[in-house]
C-alpha cells in the first residue's frame, strides 16, 4: 500500500517485512529522534511505554537499535543505510528459506505434470513478467517477442533476453519505432523489427496489448493492459502445436523482414 504519510507508509512496510505493529513505530520513531527514553516514544509514537521495553528488545536483536544503559535507558536507532542492508538481508534469507523448503516438499499428485495444451491466467505486472523470464530462460531453439508498449521495456527483461543463448534464435517486435530503437541499443544481438500490428496500440476501444512471447513454438504468453486499472492481465500455456501457434507466429511475424520470420520454412 503507498500512502502520502512518509510515517504511516513506513510503519506498514516494516510490518510487511516481518515486525509487528509496535516494534515498526519504535523504530520509525528513533529514525526521527537523535536518541530517546521509553517515555519520548511514548509521547511520539503512542506505544505504551511498558510495551516500548518488549518492542526495543526485539529491534536492539535484530540489530536495528542501539541501547545505552543509562538510567533512564536511552536509545537509538542505528544509520537507515545499515538498517536498510540488515532489513534486506534478513529478507532475502527468508525467501531463500521458503524456496528451499518449497523444493523439499513431495508432491502429492505425481501425475499431474503430464497435461498439455492447457491456457491459464495470471494478473499483476510483476507476476507477468517473472513468469515470461521463467519462460524464455527455458528456450532452446526460438524466442519470439513482440512488445506493445502497455508495460515498461525494462532494464530486467533486457537482461533476460540478454541471457539467451547463442544457439538460440531471438526475434524481437516492437510497436513504434522508438521502442525499435530502444530493443536494438540493448539487445543488439536479436533481430529485431517494427510490428506492423497497429491494434497492439493502445485507444479508447478496450485494453492495450501488453506483450507477446512465444517460445520454442509451444509455450505461449500474451498480456494485455486493463484501460481502468492500469493493470496487466495475461494468459499463458505450453505444448501448443496446433493452428493456433501457426497463426500467432504468423500475426507476430507481421513487419519483420521474411528472412527473419520463423514462421517461414
Not at 171 to 198: C, I, K, N, Q
Not at 241 to 255: F, W, Y
Request: net charge negative; aromatic share 6%.
Amino acid at each position: 500500500m503507498t500512502t502520502d504519510d512518509p510515517l504511516i507508509e513506513a510503519v506498514e512496510t516494516l510490518q510487511q517485512l516481518g515486525l509487528k505493529e509496535y516494534e515498526a513505530r519504535c523504530f520509525v520513531g528513533l529514525t526521527r529522534l537523535s536518541t530517546a527514553t521509553a517515555k519520548r516514544l511514548d509521547e511520539t509514537t503512542d506505544v505504551p511505554r511498558t510495551r516500548v521495553y518488549d518492542a526495543i528488545r526485539v529491534l536492539e536483536a535484530q540489530g536495528l537499535v542501539e541501547v545505552q544503559h543509562s538510567s533512564p535507558q536511552r536509545f537509538r536507532a542505528v544509520p537507515i543505510p545499515e538498517a536498510v542492508a540488515t532489513l534486506r538481508a534478513e529478507y532475502e534469507a527468508r525467501i531463500d528459506r521458503l524456496e528451499a523448503a518449497l523444493g523439499r516438499l513431495d508432491r502429492a499428485d505425481p501425475d499431474g505434470d503430464d497435461a498439455v495444451q492447457e491456457v491459464w491466467s495470471m494478473t499483476g505486472e510483476r507476476a507477468v513478467a517473472n513468469r515470461a523470464a521463467e519462460i524464455v530462460a527455458g528456450a532452446t531453439e526460438e524466442v519470439f517477442v513482440v512488445h506493445g508498449g502497455g508495460v515498461p521495456f525494462t532494464d530486467e527483461f533486457v537482461d533476460v533476453l540478454a541471457g539467451v543463448g547463442d544457439e538460440v534464435d531471438l526475434l524481437v517486435g516492437a510497436v513504434s519505432e522508438s521502442l525499435h530503437e530502444r530493443v536494438r541499443e540493448t539487445v543488439p544481438r536479436a533481430a529485431t523489427f517494427v510490428s506492423g500490428l497497429d491494434w497492439l496500440r493502445a485507444d479508447d476501444d478496450g485494453p492495450a496489448i501488453g506483450r507477446f512471447l512465444l517460445v520454442d513454438r509451444s509455450a505461449l504468453l500474451v498480456s494485455t493492459i486493463s484501460p481502468t486499472t492500469g493493470e496487466e492481465h495475461a494468459i499463458f500455456g505450453d505444448g501448443f502445436e496446433n493452428g493456433l501457434v501457426v497463426l500467432l507466429r504468423r500475426l507476430m511475424a507481421q513487419g519483420a523482414i521474411p528472412a527473419e520470420d520463423p514462421a517461414e520454412p
